[in-house]
């Protein structure tokens, strides 16, 4: 049996009892979204998760993507995208404190805001 049909994709609070129900509209529409693009991706969904404000200390929610190493187990790069409830916001993070890290290629000049429907600004 494969147990990444059990486990969600960008679980919002703790995997075992996902508690996406807790956020706004906009939010609850953007993790649904989430979840049905990263169906495919070749990880695993225990490698995804979505931080609410008040568990990351940031103001947007914050979904989170970390690439691990199959051969080491370890967590290589960890990826996030804020969600303001309009448009999103990607880098990579810091793996620990979730905060962009400043020489990311996505953070900065080349970042750009892009609004749900796919138009960037």
Do not use: I, K
């Not at 995997?15 to 649904?32: C, H």
């Amino acid at each position: 049996m494969d147990d990444r049909v059990n486990m969600p994709w960008f679980s919002v609070g703790d995997a075992d009892d996902d508690a996406s129900a807790t956020l706004d509209a906009a939010g609850r529409r953007y993790v649904s979204v989430l979840r049905d693009r990263a169906a495919t991706w070749p990880c695993d969904p225990e490698e995804t998760f979505v931080l609410r404000p008040e568990e990351s200390g940031f103001a947007h929610l914050l979904a989170v993507l970390c690439l691990v190493r199959a051969a080491t187990d370890v967590v290589s790069h960890v990826f996030g995208v804020f969600f303001d409830g309009q448009g999103v916001l990607g880098s990579e993070l810091h793996n620990q404190m979730y905060t962009p890290l400043g020489g990311s290629r996505w953070w900065g000049r080349s970042m750009r805001r892009v609004h749900p429907a796919g138009a960037r600004t």
